[in-house]
Each structure stands twice: as structure tokens, then as C-alpha cells.
């Protein structure tokens, strides 16, 4: 079938290809860098390709022929799983393989280590195209990895900066507890099915061959995974760590790759239990409400976090925590809302969609922005409206869409969340509702305060001082297709959901003549109002309350002790560690250096004297050790074979 | 059975190894001790199977090729700063008078 061909080349391309940009790169670079995007381009083409089969399908998968992997393991092979979420994600990547490309031209001019650069950025969207076309747990383990290593490459990749090779070995090591818990998920089904590909285990759940307590462990387990990799509570703090990244590389990977993974994850693991009603009423008790508690809150941190800081890359970070955290209070509503698979997992993946369009839309003008004025803190912006003007405009547009006023994109995804959300109807529901109420007019709030600071207010002498210009086409053009497409994308939700197979139970109309939307526009009005006279027209009553000590702002300031936790339990360890080396020093008295120098200090010229004079005793004791262990193993290996 | 036992102690000697040592090549041989300590359980739990014994050829080919990596990544670090101790090498690092890296 074509369709099979080319969802394998749209991730076999990019990892093939990347392996020829150092090489091109060896010869010209200006080639290199149009053949990376001509690559992208090569790579949306064909995702776009599946997008027909697809939509004209039934909403199932496309019935595809996997290859055996490991001979002689039934069970383990390697294929493609062709479905509307999988096409969903990889149309979304691909398109922004090719943005992000384009746009790299103009922002990563004259860097160094360009090459580097590029290898990475294809392996990444390999990677991630891989993960959502795996049709097997193994084989999406296998990428989920190596999106993690990308990420922690590319985070890390101006790696002279002690800063930004920190903010890389943090991202690494807090995805590493999600990858933890998805592996031990993998092991359970394995356990259950024999079998790792979704359709055997489809297959096993539809048979009923499950043990139920397992299905309840695998199910956190994969929430773990899906926790870390898209950055909720309480693993949410390295994204803001990871704004050391070039903003290229943030905008992949908060609109495309990386933290959607997680999104991905959850989304497919409820489709596959969906087929069995005993497991979601097993689940609906404690799993859906965890899901969404951990949503709810994590949007509601990720806002209050986003109107404090100062970085203007840092408010676009929180942005993304908050927003997927909506994508998860609707993935935990996915089974409460009607049928077994509703409107909140469509509205979860709806949102996800538009989310990535204006989120890279703001990353793509904040890297313009700090192009041209070489920093980050906003702060020292002001006054950018007559300085950049398209930027300005296009930044208008991604306000809008994020703060989710009509009739732009966010204005539907949202509402559908919190509709999805308000189905839940119990007492929780209610109070959940509430707060991703609240949330939404706080998005306001940091939109207009991210805005005023940026564009409205005076001029700083920081900008005074330096000459200021407009971004270049190359990095404008990008920006404004993705803003077109937050226009437009609000308006093609019917068309996506005939395309996910989903029924909706309100068309685009009903949308605006919702009771809830009165309620949703009423509430940013206040929220609007006092960050535009803060921080526009500079009235000092806000900033008085913030700049006093009070609890509320030393926990902002402080996001929430998460990392401060994070540090106290690291000290603990290393404190343990110490006691331990102390323990084994007096243990070990004997032996002079069992703790103490170093082998290359020894073998430094002015020490080798010490090393001739001092150890020599402990030497002769190793050696003595040595033969005793050996005599000892002799003795054992005598005893237990029983001559 | 025995095997496990055997397999849990080397993950616990590692464990303690990491915990105690500083220098990079002690902690290298923690890791690879804890390396050994898994590899061990697959041959163990695959001892039925001829292909469980075939993938740890694998395996052991990769780890090897990973050892001489971290190897050389260690004596790099240790020309780099002078000194394996990873203590000092981090507190190097925050004082960020970092020499260039020799390109020999």
C-alpha cells in the first residue's frame, strides 16, 4: 500500500539524511543548509500524503504488514500504526520541521558548529515522527529516547555557556523519571499480551486477557512518562531551564516535538484501553481524575508563573506549561464526556494543534526580538511597537490566540476544553472547571503584561542605546504563515474532526452562542484591565503588593520551592554520599589512597614521588588481597562442584 | 536463583561505588559494575532461549563500544582540568576560568 511506503519514509528520510549534513556541510555550507530544507520539505510532502487515506478511512488504523524485527521473538517487530491521532501529529511535525528550518537560516546565522546543529534538528524530527508512527511500545520507547538525547543536545547546544550545559543535564535527568515509569509500563503489557505492538495488545484487551491490577499500574506508570516528557506538576521546571536553547529549537520543541510526546502518549494509551469498557469504569474512579487534577493545576501554576517572570522566552515557557496542562484536565474528561472516547480527547488534541501555532508563532518573534536587541529580560525592552512593526502586529495576533478571544484559533480549542472539563459534572468537576476558568483570564493577564512590557511601554536605555531593526523576511515569513494559520485554524474545527472521526455535539456556531462564552469574556475583563494599568499605563499599585514580602509573591519568585525541593533531596543524596566515604575512610584506614588521590594526580611529574613513596605499602596489600580472592575463588569454585 | 543474588549484589556494590567515589575512573568502573549486574540477569532469564544468548553478543558488543567512549571522554575531562576528582572538576566549572580544550 502507497500509504505504508510513505509513513515509513517520513521518519526513515530525516535520520537517513541527517547523517549527510556534517558531510555536506564539510563542502559548502550554504548547500548544507538548503538541503536540510529541502529534507523538511521532502518530509511534510509526505505527511501530508497520508492525510487522504486517512480521512476517507473509518477512523480506524490502516491495515498495514509489519516487519519481524527479532526473528524468533513473536511479538516484536517493527511497522507503522497509520491513524487520524498519528497522521494528526506527524502533519503537525512535518510542518514544522519545515518552519523551523526555514526560519533557523536567518536566526543561527553565523553561529558556530552550524553542522551540529542541522544533524540534530533532523534527528529530532526523525525521532519524533518515528514516536508517533511506531506501531509498537518497543519501538516508541526507542525514539522516545532518542527525542529526550536531541533535546538534551540541542538544549545544551551553545555549550560553552556553564548555564545552558546546566539547563541540558536537568532536562535529561527529570525525563529520565518519566522514561523510568514508561518502561516498567512496557514490561507489565509485555507481561500481560507477550506481545508490544498496539494492535496485539488491542487484541489481548478485546479477548480480555488482562490482569486488572496491572492495567491500574500500567496506567500510572504511562502517566508518569507522559508527566515528564510534557513537563506537568511536578516535573514541570526544567522547560523553563531549557530556554537556554536557541529560540529555534524552542519553538520545535514546545509547538512539535518533545513535550507533545507526552501529549501523544496519554492520547494513544486511552484510544487502546477505550476498547474496553471494563478497564475505563476500572480507571474512572481515581486514573481520569488524577489526569485532570494534574491538568488543572498545572495550568493554574504554569499561568501564575508566567506573570511573574521577567524573561520574555521564560512567559512563553510557562504559557506552554499551562497550555498542555489543559490538554491534560481535557485528556481526563476524555471518558467522562459521553461515549467512551469524547469530545475531551478530540478538544485535547485540538487544542494541542493550535497551541503549536501560536506557540512557535511567539517563540518565532521573541528569537527576532532578542536578534535584535540581545536580550532577554523585558525589563529592558519597551517601546518595540515603532521599532519593529510587523513583529509588533504579528505579536498582536498571538496574544489574541492565546489568551483565546474569539475568533481565533485558542477561542474554540479552549472552550472545548472547558466544556469537555464542565461534562465531568461532580463536585470535583465543578471546582475544576472553576480554576481553568480562573487560569484562562490569568493567560490574559501575562499575554497583556508580556505585550505591554514588550512593545508599549517606554523606551529603556538598553534600546535607546543600541539601533534596533526589524527582523529579517526569513525569519518574518515563517511568523506569518503561522499567524494566518491561528486565524484560520479556529474555523477549520469541523473539518478536523471529520477527519478524527469524531462527532461533535456543537458546530462552529454554537461555539459563539455558548452560555459559556459570556462568562469566559466577562472574566478576562478585570484580569485585562489591571495588568494593562500596571504594566501599560504604569500605575504602582501591583507592583507595590509584588515588591513587598508577602507569601504569595516569595512562593512566585521562588516557583513554587519545586526546584528548591529538587535541590534539598540532590543535597541529601550528596550529604548521604559523604557519610558514606567517611564511613569507608575509617573502614580503610589501611589503605592510604582507597579515597584519597587521584590516578592522574599521581601520575602528574611533581607527585610521583608520592607515589613511589607513600602507597607503596598499600600496594603489597593489594597485591596480597588479590591473591587471597583468587585463592578464595579456587577454594569456592572446588567446594561447589563437589570434587 | 543464586544468579540473582549474585546480580543484585554487583548492583549494589555500583550503587555504593557511585555513592563513595569521586574520581571519574572509579565511578566509570561502578557503572560498568552495574552494567555487568543487568547483562548478567539476561543470561540468566534467557538461558532457555539460543536467541536470548545470540542478542547478548549484542549486548556486550555495545557496551564495549560505549566503554571506549566514556573512556575517552574521561581522559579528555581529566587533561582538560588536571585532576579527576569530580568534586573539583564541577567547582572548575562554576568558577568558569575554563582552559580551551586541546585539540591534539
Redesign the interface.
Known amino acids: 500500500m502507497i500509504e505504508e511506503f510513505s509513513a515509513w519514509l517520513v521518519w526513515v528520510i530525516p535520520l537517513l539524511s541527517s547523517l549527510f549534513v556534517p558531510l555536506i556541510g564539510k563542502y559548502n555550507e550554504k548547500i548544507r543548509n538548503y538541503f536540510v530544507v529541502a529534507v523538511a520539505a521532502l518530509t511534510a510532502g509526505l505527511a501530508l500524503s497520508l492525510v487522504p487515506a486517512v480521512w476517507s478511512g473509518n477512523g480506524e488504523a490502516l491495515t498495514t504488514n509489519p516487519i519481524s524485527w527479532?526473528p524468533?521473538?513473536t511479538g516484536i517487530s517493527a511497522g507503522v500504526y497509520i491513524d487520524p491521532l498519528s497522521v494528526l501529529f506527524t502533519c503537525l511535525i512535518g510542518f514544522f520541521a519545515l518552519v523551523i528550518a526555514v526560519y533557523s537560516i536567518g536566526y543561527m546565522k553565523g553561529e558556530e558548529g552550524l553542522s551540529r546543529y542541522y544533524y540534530l534538528i533532523l534527528l529530532f524530527i526523525g525521532s519524533m515522527i518515528g514516536l508517533v508512527l511506531a506501531d509498537n511500545m518497543l519501538q516508541m520507547f526507542i525514539f522516545w529516547e532518542m527525542v529526550g538525547l536531541c533535546s538534551y543536545a540541542l538544549i545544551s547546544f551553545w555549550y560553552?555557556k556553564?548555564e545552558s550545559?546546566h539547563a541540558g543535564v536537568k532536562v535529561f535527568i527529570m525525563t529520565r523519571i518519566g522514561d523510568i515509569a514508561l518502561l516498567a509500563a512496557i514490561g507489565l503489557l509485555f507481561l500481560m499480551f507477550n506481545t508490544l505492538s498496539f494492535r496485539g495488545i488491542i487484541a489481548g484487551i478485546q479477548a480480555g486477557g488482562f490482569n486488572m491490577d496491572y492495567m491500574v499500574a500500567v496506567a500510572f506508570l504511562v502517566l508518569g512518562g507522559a508527566i515528564a516528557k510534557s513537563a506537568q506538576l511536578p516535573l514541570f521546571t526544567w522547560l523553563y531551564s531549557a530556554m537556554e536553547a536557541p529560540t529555534s529549537v524552542s519553538a520545535l520543541l514546545h509547538a512539535a516535538t518533545m513535550v507533545k510526546a507526552g501529549v501523544y502518549l496519554l492520547a494513544r494509551f486511552i484510544l487502546i484501553i477505550s476498547v474496553a469498557p471494563a478497564i475505563i469504569t476500572a480507571l474512572m474512579p481515581y486514573w481520569f481524575p488524577v489526569v485532570t487534577w494534574i491538568g488543572v493545576l498545572t495550568a493554574l501554576v504554569g499561568a501564575s508563573l508566567a506573570l511573574t517572570t521577567t524573561d520574555i522566552k521564560g512567559v512563553l515557557a510557562y504559557s506552554t506549561v499551562s497550555q498542555i496542562g489543559f490538554m491534560m484536565s481535557a485528556l481526563g474528561a476524555a471518558a467522562t464526556t459521553g461515549g467512551l472516547i469524547g469530545e475531551g480527547w478530540f478538544a485535547s488534541l485540538y487544542h494541542m494543534v493550535s497551541h503549536a501555532f501560536f506557540e512557535g508563532l511567539g517563540f518565532l518573534l521573541a528569537g527576532g526580538i532578542i536578534h535584535a536587541i540581545g536580550t532577554r529580560d523585558m525589563r529592558l525592552m519597551g517601546g518595540l511597537r515603532k521599532l519593529m512593526p510587523t513583529t509588533f502586529i504579528l505579536m498582536g495576533i498571538m496574544i489574541i490566540t492565546t489568551s483565546g478571544l474569539p475568533p481565533f484559533a485558542a477561542f474554540f480549542s479552549k472552550g472545548l476544553i472547558i466544556t469537555s472539563v464542565t461534562g465531568i459534572e461532580t463536585l470535583a468537576g465543578l471546582a475544576q472547571v472553576i480554576i481553568l476558568y480562573g487560569t484562562a483570564a490569568l493567560t490574559f493577564a501575562y499575554c497583556v503584561r508580556m505585550f505591554s512590557l514588550a512593545f508599549m511601554a517606554p523606551k529603556t536605555e538598553h534600546i535607546e542605546k543600541q539601533h534596533v531593526h526589524e527582523a529579517p523576511k526569513v525569519m518574518l515569513i515563517p511568523a506569518a504563515i503561522l499567524a494566518g494559520l491561528c486565524i484560520v485554524w479556529g474555523l477549520a474545527e469541523p473539518l478536523v474532526a471529520s477527519f478524527m472521526h469524531i462527532e461533535l455535539a456543537e458546530g462552529l456556531v454554537g461555539a459563539f452562542l455558548n452560555i459559556e462564552t459570556p462568562i469566559f469574556l466577562l472574566l478576562l475583563v478585570p484580569t485585562g484591565l489591571i495588568a494593562y494599568y500596571t504594566y501599560y499605563k504604569g500605575f504602582k499599585g501591583v507592583r507595590n503588593v509584588a515588591g513587598t514580602k508577602n507569601p504569595l509573591s516569595t512562593m512566585l519568585n521562588h516557583a513554587f520551592f519545586f526546584d528548591d525541593l529538587y535541590g534539598t533531596v540532590t543535597k541529601g543524596l550528596t550529604r548521604?554520599?559523604e557519610g558514606?566515604?567517611r564511613v569507608?575512610n575509617v573502614l580503610f584506614a589501611r589503605y592510604p589512597d582507597a579515597?584519597g588521590t587521584?590516578?592522574?594526580?599521581a601520575a602528574?611529574p611533581g607527585k610521583a614521588t608520592t607515589l613511589k613513596r607513600g602507597p607503596s605499602d598499600s600496594f603489597r596489600n593489594y597485591v596480597a588481597a588479590a591473591v587471597v580472592g583468587f585463592i578464595l575463588i579456587i577454594v569456592l569454585i572446588i567446594i561447589t562442584s563437589g570434587v | 536463583m543464586d544468579f540473582v543474588i549474585l546480580a543484585i549484589v554487583m548492583l549494589a556494590l555500583g550503587i555504593?561505588g557511585l555513592?563513595?567515589?569521586?574520581?571519574l575512573?572509579k565511578v566509570f568502573i561502578s557503572l560498568e559494575l552495574i552494567a555487568t549486574a543487568a547483562t548478567l540477569n539476561f543470561v540468566l532469564l534467557a538461558s532457555n532461549?539460543?536467541?536470548g544468548q545470540a542478542?547478548l553478543i549484542l549486548a556486550f558488543s555495545t557496551d564495549t563500544v560505549l566503554s571506549g567512549v566514556i573512556l575517552a571522554v574521561l581522559v579528555i575531562v581529566?587533561?582538560r582540568y588536571?585532576?579527576?576528582?569530580m568534586g573539583k572538576i564541577i567547582k572548575l566549572?562554576?568558577e568558569?576560568n575554563?582552559p580551551e580544550v586541546d585539540t591534539q
Open positions: 527479532i524468533g521473538i560553552k556553564p550545559i548521604f554520599s558514606l566515604t569507608e579515597a587521584s590516578i592522574s594526580e602528574e | 555504593y555513592l563513595t567515589n569521586r574520581q575512573l532461549l539460543n536467541l542478542l581529566s587533561k588536571g585532576t579527576s576528582d566549572m562554576q568558569k575554563e
